[in-house]
Structures are given as C-alpha cells and as structure tokens.
C-alpha cells in the first residue's frame, strides 16, 4: 500500500492510502483522505507504520522534503516511493518508452531539482557532483521523449496521486514491470538510507583531525596566509626556478608560465606528466600539490563547515550521476582521503563495521552476460586469480588490466593485448561489452539490466557525425567523427556495467538498512540522535564500500547481516545464477584502520 503525501495550500498535509496497482486499498476507511497539521506528521506516521498489516510505502515527490522532517522527530519509516527519482528513470527507460508517461510532454516533473538533505527546496540545478567516474555526466536534465527540460510553471508542488497513478501504470505496461518495480524500490530505499546517513552522521574527532592537519602543514595560519609547510615548500619551488618573491604556486598559469622561462618542458600540472621531468622543481612542486590539496579539501575551514557534534554530515545526491551512482554535493564525501581517515572513529563502547565488495563491477558483468565461466573464476573470492587459474592470462595484474580495459574501453598497451584473450576465455562477457560500445558508436541506448538507460549521445556527436556526411566536409571531420563515436562507445560500454553495479548496491544498502532495524537495540548504548541513538546504522556509503556505526556486542552480527545482504542483492539481481560477491569486512575502532 501507498500512502501519499500532498501539502494543501493551507498549510496542512493530505494522506491519502492507494493499492499497489492505483485502486482503494481494503483498509482506507470509509472517511478517505487523512488531513493532519504539520507539526502532527511524525505521530500520525508512527502510527500508520505501527498499526499497519505491512509497511506502507510512503510516496511523496522528494524524499528529502519530507523525510528529514520525521528523522528530527525521531520516526522512520520502513519503505519509501520517491516520485521525482522514479520519474527520471521511467521518462527515459527502454522499458517503458510506449508509456503515456515517457512520451509526454515536459512538465514540472520534469524541471523538479534535488533536494538537499537538510529539507529545504532547492531553487536550482544542483552544483556539479564532487567525484565520479571517467564518463561522469554530471545531474544535468536528461532530454526527453516530449522535448527539453521543463521549466516550473509554478511554486506549488505538482499532484503527487496523478503522478503515482502515471507511474504505475507506465510500470504495469512496461515490458519488464518485474525489473522497473525492484529498480524504484531499490533507488527510493536508497534515498531512505542517504537521508538517514546525513541525519545520523559520521563519528569525526575534531582533535584528531586538527592535529593530523597540524603534523602534515603546521600550526593553522591567520586567515590570508599560507600554512608554514606550504610556505616553506613554495620558497624552494620559487628558488628551483629563480622565481622572484611574488610567484603564486597556486595560479596555474604564473606557475607554467615560470617553468617554461626556467626550461623544465611541462606543458601541464598533471602528477603523470611532472613525474616523467628531470628537474629540481618537480620534488617540491609535487608535495606541494598533495599537501595544497588536502588543505583546501580537508582543511580548518572544511572541518568548521562540515563537523558538527562529532558529525560529518555529508549531502548524498541519489542517483546524482546518469549511471546511477550517488554523487556528493558538498563536503566531498566521495574523497575523502586516508590521511585523514583516523579522524572517524566510532564513539566509546561502539565500533564501525566496514564492508568492501571485492571486484564488483567485473562479478557483475559475469551476472549480467550469464557467463558461467567468468562467474566460476570469482567462485573462490578473488576473480582475477581465477582469471588465470582458466589460463586465460599468465598473471594476476593482466588479468586486472585486460578486465578493466573490457568496462572501460582500454584498446592500447597491455590492456589492448589481453583482451582478445579474455574474449575468447569469456565469449559471453566480452560479447556483452562490445555489443554495448557499437550501439554507443551507432548512436543507441543501452539499459542497465534493471532497466535504467542511458541518455542519447547528444548535439555535439550529431554535428561531428552529420559534419562527415557531406560533399563539402573538412579534412578531419571523418576522424572526429570517428573519435566522438567510439568516446561515446566507450560511455555505453561502461554504462551497463556499471550502472548495474549501482542497481547491486541499492540493494545492498536496502536490505542492510532493513536488516539492522531488524536487529536488538542496545540497552546501554547511546550515541548520535534518535532513532538510530542505540541501534547499529548505515553512517556511509562509497559505491561499493559501506560503514555501519554499530554497538560493539552486536560487531559480529552486523557482519553477518552485511554478508548475507549481499548474497540478498545477488539473489534479486540475478536469481540463482552462481555468480558471488564476497566482502571484506572489519569491525574496527578507526576508519583508517579497516583497510
């Protein structure tokens, strides 16, 4: 059962129960909608999650307009329907591309941003995510079947009940309702968990961190001063180019403009490219970009704006990035560094459960080409050794390179060699791959294997593909044509890939959720805010990494019910096909101390 929330224009909310399939569930009541005064919410809700034969699923446009709100009070909820997320996904799912919903026109939907997770409306487009893959794409709107992205006609939210109504039937029509249901209930359970994880926060010691800051860079500056280990670093880098006094490491085009006067040959500031020089300055100059960058990423400043009673509280975006993958909107939770790792450390008498997925994306290949072979190779825990048990390669490390190069594209070097190799080794997994990358050169789509799919390739590639048609087309409008082809190749080959292993995770992370409210509370433990106050719970996420805050007499159990939600996400992924993902999971006191 749904139980949808609206906001009316006095101020109130409107519950209103609705079935699964869109009719009136048996237990409505005969006075239909529910309408409660907004400080009233969180008790109501308790309630209905009380009193209720199942869960409901509570459906509202944002999760993060809503739920915040209810955690301040202390009130979870089991299950969750996010409208917006869910409409992203259908408007542009394969699956459902005959649906009234896909081929409509734009409308607020359509223009709705994400919320942040303290609760309060975002008015534009979110900044760009702070990490994430090679073909990141960023959260801008995706085009759509009816046109571009809609602009909000109005403030007052859109009618969630027509939207929901929209939905399941697009759902019910669709060619695969089964893989699209798992699909939004994994991505609203997700915003469930990101909304809990900014709540209760991440255990961060201040003085830790202040004095790990204070052994790498030295005492914190005044304000407009370097601190003295950068300062010290930027003396020998002025004096390695008999630089003058005024020379600013940190603007890029004084420093280049400087190297290139003294001769040292960088035509950037890339690690990769300064490594290969010969030249007093590159010693310095390289620790100084290290020590640079953990300052103005992880420094004072960041921990004044970011740690709040022993909490970092990072703002999650749900499916911020196309593939699927969360990306960050602030406070870099997506980087953040082992230096300054030993700053997490669970509170007194509790300990943190980290849990790493070993190689997924290469397991989840094997799932989604059902590639027996493959999938025995990852029988025994680690998959590239069983790559070459098969004898497919000599050692471990082409193994590595050839699977990488199969997601990612990589056609040089030793990975270019491999892959032949591994193709006919693994036909079935390779075939996949290729399969997805000539769709992306043709201009196709591709689906993750529960239906999310990828945008169209967009005007830049029509303009270089159409710009190489015709009589009068320049010299290397062919070549570019080619090369913004198998770029984009490259984009679809890695999209399935790894927008089902985001589709693993959600998983993951739903059924770990649901297993730790499972678990006992403990009754001499208290630590961060209700509910979660002495109950192990999700405090972060890092695509295929998970840290659970846990009582310490219960590290063990939480363990197991980690363990064996990933056999779970598995299970409901694939079903019974064998293909395993083991963890590597440690109950430690720091954060730096699990891996």
């Keep these: 059962m749904h139980v949808v929330l609206a906001r009316e224009p006095a101020g109130t909310v409107r519950l209103v129960r609705v079935a699964d399939d869109g009719g009136t569930p048996d237990d409505a009541g005969a006075s239909g909608p529910q309408v409660v005064a907004p400080d009233d919410l969180p008790a109501v809700v308790q309630d209905v999650e009380a009193s209720s034969a199942a869960p409901p699923r509570w459906t509202w446009e944002d999760t993060n307009r809503w739920y915040p709100a209810l955690l301040t009070a202390g009130v979870r909820v089991e299950r969750g329907h996010d409208l917006r997320l869910a409409r992203r996904i259908l408007r542009s799912s394969v699956l459902a591309a005959g649906s009234a919903l896909a081929t409509g026109a734009p409308d607020d939907w359509d223009a709705m941003t994400p919320t942040p997770p303290g609760g309060a409306p975002a008015t534009s487009a979110l900044r760009r995510p702070q990490e994430e893959s090679l073909f990141d794409l960023g959260t801008a709107p995706r085009p759509r079947a009816g046109g571009g992205a809609a602009a909000p006609s109005s403030d007052a939210p859109p009618d969630p009940l027509v939207e929901l109504g929209a939905q399941t039937a697009a759902v019910a029509g669709s060619t695969g309702p089964g893989r699209l249901r798992l699909l939004l209930a994994a991505e609203s359970a997700g915003a469930l968990a990101a909304a809990e994880m900014h709540h209760a926060g991440l255990p961060w010691r201040t003085d830790v961190h202040d004095a790990i800051l204070t052994e790498v860079l030295g005492p914190r500056p005044v304000e407009g001063r370097r601190p003295e280990k950068l300062e010290a670093l930027a003396v020998r880098i002025r004096a390695a180019l008999d630089a003058p006094a005024t020379l600013n490491p940190d603007s890029h085009p004084d420093l280049l403009r400087a190297m290139e006067y003294a001769g040292v040959g960088a035509r950037s500031l890339r690690k990769w490219e300064l490594e290969k020089i010969d030249h007093p300055v590159v010693a310095p100059l390289l620790e100084y970009k290290n020590l640079y960058r953990l300052y103005t990423a992880n ?7 970011w740690v709040r009673d022993g909490r970092f509280r990072t703002d999650y975006v749900v499916g911020g990035v196309v593939t699927g993958r969360w990306s960050s909107s602030g406070g870099g939770a997506l980087q953040l560094p082992r230096s300054v790792r030993r700053s997490v450390q669970a509170d007194p008498g509790w300990v943190l459960v980290v849990a790493d997925a070993a190689q997924l994306e290469p397991r989840v290949l094997a799932g989604l080409a059902a590639d027996e072979t493959m999938a025995a190779a990852g029988a025994g825990g680690d998959l590239y050794a069983g790559i070459v048990a098969t004898g497919a390669v000599p050692t471990r490390e082409l193994a590595k390179v050839g699977m990488l190069g199969a997601m990612y594209g990589g056609t040089t070097g030793a990975s270019g060699q491999v892959l032949p190799r591994l193709s006919r080794a693994f036909p079935r997994a390779m075939g996949l791959v290729e399969d997805a990358a000539r769709t992306g050169e043709r201009g196709g789509v591709v689906s993750t294997w529960l239906g999310r799919t990828s945008p169209p390739p967009g005007q830049a590639w029509d303009a270089a593909q159409s710009g190489a048609l015709g009589d009068g087309a320049a010299p290397d409008a062919a070549t ?60 972060f996420f890092l695509h295929d990494e998970v840290v659970v805050h846990a009582p310490a007499a219960l590290a063990e159990e939480v363990a197991h019910q980690v363990r ?15 293909v395993s993902f083991p963890l590597t999971v440690a109950a430690v006191d720091s954060y730096a101390d699990a891996k």
């Design 564 to 578: 064996e939600a990933a056999v779970e996400a598995g299970r409901l992924l694939f079903g019974d096909f064998p």
């Design 480 to 539: 570019l044509a080619r090369s913004s082809a198998r770029s984009w190749g490259r984009f679809t080959r890695n999209f399935v890939v790894q927008g089902t292993a985001a589709e693993w995770a959600l998983c993951w992370i739903a059924s770990i959720r649901r297993r730790l409210w499972d678990l006992p509370a403990a009754a001499d433990a208290n630590s961060g805010p209700a509910p979660f106050a002495d109950r192990a719970h999700l405090v």
């Design 299 to 305: 420094g004072w400043s960041w921990l004044e704006h």
